[in-house]
T-cell receptor, first 112, second 115 residues
Framework: GESVGLHLPTLSVQEGDNSIINCAYS??????FIWYKQESGKGPQFIID?????DKRQGQRVTVLLNKTVKHLSLQIAATQPGDSAVYFC???????????FGKGTLLTVNP | GAVVSQHPSRVICKSGTSVKIECRSL??????MFWYRQFPKQSLMLMAT?????????EQGVEKDKFLINHASLTLSTLTVTSAHPEDSSFYIC???????????FGPGTRLTVL
């Protein structure tokens, strides 16, 4: 089912630090995972994705790690900037099923 | 690439009226479009999935007669909130996908306020 949270987990970091945002997923059959960034009043923005046959994928300043054993996904942001402040959602998908299941989201605040 | 637009970006209407929201994929053909609703400080909740030329598939608990979805072309889907009430006030977001393993690209959302 879908994850809906009334209280967003929060992470506060200093500008220039590295950020790590974690996500636990529930369905061991999920084989495709995506991280989205959502700024206030806007739609989610694709950041990076990873398929289940990988355990790490790197983008520009971002790295996604996948641990299928414990059903855990993380997003690492290097040299975090004030513009990275947003809510970050992980999402999972299974096989040919087009539906995405979203996690609760984490509010990242970057202090200058 | 992979730009999705929504119109309007915000709308205020009176209780009992109907509101139509458009979702367009601007630079790709979207075989599948999705409609989500998001309440403040909460995650996205999928309302329905629509494939071009066929009826939408609604999630459990979503009234299909209240939330009418039309996906008439590969670049346009519409969501009509019929007889809107204050509890329908929310942030409505669409996404579009070319299908299969392709990721979903999201529109900017529409803020609906029902007075």
């Amino acid at each position: 089912g879908e994850s809906v949270g009334l209280h967003l987990p929060t992470l506060s970091v200093q500008e220039g630090d590295n950020s790590i945002i974690n996500c636990a997923y529930s369905n061991s059959a999920s084989d495709y995972f995506i991280w989205y960034k959502q700024e206030s009043g806007k739609g989610p923005q694709f950041i990076i994705d990873i398929r289940s046959n990988m355990d790490k994928r790197q983008g520009q300043r971002v790295t996604v790690l996948l641990n299928k054993t414990v059903k855990h996904l993380s997003l690492q942001i290097a040299a975090t900037q004030p513009g990275d402040s947003a809510v970050y959602f992980c999402a999972e998908k299974r096989g040919s099923n087009y539906k995405l299941t979203f996690g609760k989201g984490t509010l990242l605040t970057v202090n200058p | 690439g992979a730009v999705v637009s929504q119109h309007p970006s915000r709308v205020i209407c009176k209780s009992g009226t109907s509101v139509k929201i458009e979702c367009r994929s601007l630079d790709f053909q979207a075989t599948t479009m999705f409609w989500y609703r998001q309440f403040p400080k909460q995650s996205l909740m999928l309302m329905a999935t629509s494939n071009e030329g066929s009826k939408a598939t609604y999630e459990q608990g979503v009234e299909k007669d209240k939330f009418l979805i039309n996906h008439a072309s590969l670049t346009l889907s519409t969501l009509t909130v019929t007889s809107a009430h204050p509890e329908d006030s929310s942030f409505y977001i669409c996404s579009a996908s070319s299908g299969g393993f392709d990721t979903q690209y999201f529109g900017p959302g529409t803020r609906l306020t029902v007075l």
